[in-house]
């Protein structure tokens, strides 16, 4: 194993420098700033950024936020997010907002998400990889005549095809209006969809759709919805029916669920080692949910 050793100093400067990439992203064409260069771009950027962030993400037909965009997410064209235009002075009235690419050369005019199959780029339909289609609107095969446009069959993890899935931009107004998360004011470049870690998995898997904390306990009590987690809907009768009193009974006034885990943990690993003590068999695995 090779030890990297950093000399008094070397962490937080490494700390700053992660700090400085990223706010400024790709706007210093990869020549670092100067201190006052710096100061002026965040003085200038950040409110700007703070006030028009833009959300990007892949939604189902049913609206779901299937994929969350973040800065390192790859468009059609190859390139990451934060390649692309994120910072507007003044957000565009039209509708899509267009993210076009800005890495010298390429063609791509608005930012596109394209799933992938485990680490490789999907196919279309004409058995061709993504990569392998132009990016100029109407991705066309570069590698075949009879390919009309890029269409693939893959499916996505919530059920629904990627063809009937749609790159959605949108702005903290629009999303507050649809009840959707937009987390917590970040000077960060390209950041999309993110709002916490949760955003990082997949839509469907997400029970946290915030990704900035525990669910309120309203929201938690809330009747099983049509549109709620696949799992929340396979076992309500069985979350419903199994433990929840036993647990509330055992809870102590103002214990929080940290404390009341540990708690309960500590407890089962002294009554363990009684046990051995007694010459008695370890007590059975905790019985998990079916």
Known sequence: MEWLRLPPGGAAAV???????RIVGEDDGGKLFTPEEYEEYKRKVIPMRLQNRLFVSWQSPTGLDCILI?????????????????????IPQQRPILLPCRVTGCACRAYFYVPLNGAQPIRCRCKHFADQHSVVPGFGCNACTKCSGFHSCFTCGCGQPAYTHDTVVETMQE?????????QDIPYAAMGGLTGFSSLIDGYMRLDASGIGTPSAEFLNSPVMAMDHPFLKAFQETLTNVGSSQICSSRRPGEDDMAFFERRFQERIKMEKAAKK????PLPPTKKLP
Not at 15 to 21: A, F, H, S, V, W
């Open 175 to 183: 999303r507050l209006a649809q009840g959707k998360p937009v987390g």
């Open 278 to 281: 007694k010459g008695k068999a």
């Open 70 to 90: 973040g800065p390192e997410t790859r468009c059609f064209c190859t390139h990451r997010y934060k390649q692309h235009k994120t910072d507007f002075e003044v």
């Open 15 to 21: 700390d700053e420098y992660l700090e400085y990439r």
